[in-house]
C-alpha cells in the first residue's frame, strides 16, 4: 500500500510553481440548515447542497535558492483570481488563495508556508430558454385536433343507406387489425393489440362524427400516457415504438383508397368516409410519433439523427395528401416543433464511431479496451447485433464516442 501511494502521488504546485507538503487539512461536507420548531423535540433538517471545499495545509520550499522558489510562490498566491492547484492526494483542483503566512528560516535554508484555499465556483446566471419538449408535445396536440376537426367536417352517415355505414364500420375494423398487427411498434407495450375490442362503441358515435374523432384519438394515446410509463426512461422501449409509428404512417394499408371513376351521392360518401378514416389513423400516429419523440433522452447522435429525419420525411408525406390549409399549417408545425427539439437536445450528445477489432475477441475484452469498462460489452452486442458477444468478427463496429 506504501509503495502505491508513493508511486502514484503527484508532485504539488500552484500556479505551475511547485512546492513541497507537510500535511494536510480538509474542511468539507454538506451545507445543512438545521430548523427548529417550538413544542417539538425534534428539527428538521434542510440539505442545502455540498459544502464548499477549503484546503489548509503546511508546504515548503526548500534548496540553496529557496528565496527565489518562495517569492515565485508568494507572487502565484497573490495573483488575482483562481487558479490550478495540483495537490499529491485530491489532483488537480480549481482554487482561490486566500490567507497566506510565510517563515524563512536561514540557517536550515528553507521557507514554511501556511497556505488556505477555496474551491472556486462557477459565475452562473439565469439564461432564458425554451422548453423545447413541451413545445413539441404542445404542438402535436395541436395537430391532434386539426386532424379530428378536419375528420369531423368529412364523416358522415347520417341521411345514407345502411350500406354507407356498413362500408365505415369495416373500414375501422380493417384499421384497427392494422394497428394490433403484433409486428407493429410492439404492440403489445403500446397496447394497441387490444383494440379492435373497441369497435362497437365506435359505431355507436357514427352519428356525432367529432365524438367519434377524439373517443378514436383517445385509443391512440400513447405520448399522453407516457409520464409514468414503461415508455419514458428507457430509449431501448420508446425508440422502437416511435419508429413504428413512423413506418407505420406510411404504411400502404393505410393510404388513401383509390377513388371510384363512376360516382353517385352513395359510393363517394363511402369513399370520403373511407379517405377520412385512413387519414385521420395516419395524422394520429403521427401525432404520437411526435409527442412520443419529446420524451426521449436524444443521449445518441446519430440514432437521433436518423429518428428524426424518418418523423419529418413521414410528415411530408402526409403533407402531399391532404388540401385542408390548417390541416397543413398543423402538420408543419408539429414538424418544425419535433425538429427543433430534437436537434437542440442532441446538439452536443455523444457521437457514433467506427472501430475495427484487430482480432476475434470477446465484447467484454473490446469493452475494456475502448471504454475501460468491461460492463458495457452488453451495449456493443446490442448496437452491432453480434450472435455470439465471446467471439466478435473482425470487421466494423459502432461504438459510443464516449
Not at 178 to 193: C, D, E, I, K, R
Not at 377 to 388: F, Q, T, Y
Amino acid at each position: 500500500m506504501a509503495d502505491f501511494l508513493k508511486d502514484n502521488l503527484r508532485p504539488a504546485s500552484f500556479r505551475g510553481v511547485a512546492f513541497q507538503i507537510e500535511s494536510t487539512d480538509l474542511e468539507t461536507g454538506r451545507r445543512i440548515q438545521v430548523n427548529e420548531y417550538p413544542q417539538r423535540d425534534k428539527p428538521y433538517c434542510a440539505d442545502m447542497g455540498k459544502a464548499t471545499r477549503n484546503l489548509k495545509f503546511e508546504a515548503f520550499v526548500i534548496g540553496p535558492d529557496y528565496i527565489n522558489q518562495a517569492e515565485n510562490l508568494l507572487a502565484a498566491l497573490e495573483q488575482r483570481g483562481s487558479g490550478t492547484l495540483v495537490h499529491p492526494w485530491f489532483g488537480s483542483l480549481k482554487v482561490n488563495a486566500t490567507s497566506c503566512t510565510v517563515a524563512f528560516d536561514k540557517g536550515l535554508g528553507y521557507a514554511r508556508f501556511s497556505l488556505n484555499f477555496v474551491e472556486s465556483g462557477e459565475l452562473a446566471f439565469p439564461a432564458a430558454a425554451q422548453a423545447t419538449q413541451a413545445v413539441s408535445r404542445a404542438a402535436a396536440s395541436a395537430l391532434e385536433a386539426q386532424s379530428v376537426f378536419s375528420f369531423a367536417n368529412v364523416f358522415k352517415v347520417v341521411g345514407f343507406v345502411n350500406n354507407v355505414t356498413d362500408q365505415a364500420l369495416s373500414m375501422y375494423g380493417t384499421v384497427l387489425n392494422v394497428l394490433g398487427n403484433p409486428a407493429f411498434a410492439l404492440a403489445s407495450l403500446t397496447g394497441y393489440g387490444s383494440l379492435l375490442g373497441n369497435l362497437n362503441s365506435l359505431a355507436a358515435l357514427f352519428g356525432n362524427p367529432l365524438s367519434l374523432g377524439w373517443n378514436f384519438a383517445g385509443l391512440l394515446n400513447l405520448s399522453g400516457k407516457a409520464k409514468g410509463s414503461g415508455l419514458t426512461g428507457s430509449n431501448a422501449v420508446a425508440v422502437p415504438i416511435v419508429r413504428g409509428l413512423t413506418r407505420m404512417a406510411t404504411d400502404p394499408r393505410l393510404a388513401a383508397p383509390t377513388k371510384p371513376t363512376f360516382t353517385t351521392n352513395t359510393s363517394n360518401q363511402i369513399y370520403n368516409n373511407h379517405n377520412a378514416i385512413k387519414a385521420n389513423t395516419r395524422q394520429l400516429l403521427i401525432v404520437q410519433a411526435v409527442g412520443l419523440s419529446s420524451f426521449l433522452t436524444a443521449d445518441v447522435y446519430d440514432d437521433t439523427l436518423a429518428l428524426k429525419n424518418e418523423l419529418a420525411a413521414a410528415i411530408d408525406a402526409e403533407t402531399l395528401s391532404i388540401d385542408d390549409d390548417d390541416l397543413y399549417q398543423a402538420l408543419m408545425a408539429a414538424r418544425k416543433a419535433m425538429w427543433h427539439d430534437l436537434t437542440e437536445r442532441s446538439r452536443n450528445s455523444a457521437r457514433l464511431v467506427t472501430l475495427t477489432p484487430v482480432d476475434v475477441l470477446p465484447a467484454l475484452a473490446i469493452a475494456y479496451d475502448y471504454y475501460e469498462n468491461a460492463a458495457r460489452d452488453l451495449e456493443i452486442v446490442a448496437r452491432n447485433k453480434i450472435s455470439n458477444p465471446g467471439f466478435v468478427p473482425v470487421k466494423p463496429l459502432r461504438l459510443l464516442s464516449v
